[in-house]
């Protein structure tokens, strides 16, 4: 038996082995459970390094005070691309702008601006944003 022969049988009786006990069911036993905030959708937005930061101090929060805080990813974004752009301006074009940050640039906007939670930007659902659009609706009336 040659080399490579030997090295596929040796892989194939792995592979029974690990599919024989991959089948087996499988049970975890909880030692300590800790509360968690909830689960966001960035969708396709590119700010995976808001939602990531925000959500570890979200965890924080609660790990400390035992407070539940929504905050808003949102907000971050919007000042941070604010920021970029007035620099990108400000540098006549000569510096890189895109999508994309770092959990420095979340430290740096709450430093900066502060925070705010997520009900207090216009969501879907928001009463704020209801109010706005409505008062919005002569000067910009939305098409049906």
């Known amino acids: 038996m040659n080399h490579i022969s030997r090295i596929l049988l040796a892989a194939a009786l ?15 036993k909880t030692i300590k459970e800790i509360p968690i905030t909830s689960v966001k959708n960035q969708y396709r937005s ?34 941070d691309y604010m920021d970029c752009a007035t620099h990108y301006v400000r540098m006549h074009g000569f510096i890189q702008i895109s999508e994309g940050g770092s959990c420095d640039d979340v430290i740096d906007v709450i430093r900066n601006y502060g925070i705010c ?3 207090a930007m216009f969501l879907e659902t928001s009463p704020a944003k209801n109010a706005w659009l409505s008062s919005r609706k002569a000067w910009f009336p939305l098409k049906n």
């Open 46 to 79: 590119g700010t995976c390094w808001d939602f990531a930061t925000l959500g570890y101090l979200e965890a924080e929060i609660l790990r400390k005070t035992g407070k539940t805080y929504d905050l808003c990813e949102m907000f971050v974004v919007n000042k």
């Open 14 to 28: 792995c592979g029974v082995g690990i599919a024989a006990s991959a089948q087996e069911a499988k049970t975890f």
């Open 117 to 119: 939670p997520g009900e």
